[in-house]
């Protein structure tokens, strides 16, 4: 239990505290302990966290491990009632656009708190006869996603330059790119890029002539 440092008596090592034991390999068996001062130090260090999470959890030391599994279950129920949420979001902008008889051709929506499914249900639910879907989420002035869905032609010649123009990478196919920016502060750009885009198509030009 040396460890490599020697002793001319064991009583030089003061106490040994044994922390616990862990599989090593061919088939040996690895001790983990500390002695002497770091001992000290050791309980010095426990002793700090249990009373910093009493303060945290407002419990005492015996109840620490089931408030920790309970605040868990608690972390876990809310992220599934956020994801259930978010789909239901999701699907009624994706009903207000298309019930709307003056909508835009393009529609334009950011959730900062959002995922890449709530993007994909929106644009899949307006589906890419409706109109163009730019959905953004994350940091509306630094990083986050996106999702570019709409007529295949348009959105392949347009993808890579909204990618490029938020600073990010993207890839896709059939209708839809998507992909991770760092400057979704500059959004608006992106849709006027866009907007120009849609328009000369309409005209019956060609989007790659767009930039």
């Known amino acids: 239990m040396c460890c490599g440092t020697h002793v001319y008596n064991l009583s030089q090592l003061q106490m040994i505290k044994i922390l616990g034991v862990e599989k090593g390999k061919k088939n040996k068996t690895n001790v983990m302990y500390v002695t002497g001062n770091r001992v000290l ?26 408030m920790a599994n309970k605040l868990q279950k608690s972390v876990r129920e809310a992220q599934k ?5 978010l789909r239901e979001v999701a699907k009624y902008e994706a009903e207000k656009y298309k019930n709307n008889p003056n909508r835009e051709n393009i529609l334009s929506i950011h959730r900062k708190d959002g995922d890449n499914e709530y993007m994909n249900i929106i644009a899949n639910d307006v589906g ?29 010649e347009v993808g890579p330059k909204v990618a490029e123009l938020l600073d990010g ?15 979704l502060n500059k959004k608006k750009d992106a849709e ?10 309409n005209a019956g030009g060609d989007s790659s002539e767009v930039s």
């Open 81 to 85: 009632s956020k994801t259930v949420l």
């Open 169 to 183: 990478k993207g890839a896709g196919k059939n209708g839809k790119f998507q992909g991770k920016v760092n400057k």
């Open 128 to 156: 890419q006869e409706n109109g163009v879907v730019f959905a953004t989420v994350g940091n509306e002035k630094g990083a986050g996603l996106f999702v570019l869905s709409g007529p295949a032609d348009l959105i392949a």
């Open 192 to 201: 006027a890029l866009l907007k120009a885009a849609i328009a000369k198509t």
């Open 41 to 66: 130090n050791y309980l010095g260090k426990c002793y700090n966290t249990e009373r910093a999470l009493c303060t945290a959890l407002k419990c005492s030391p015996e109840e620490h491990v089931d």
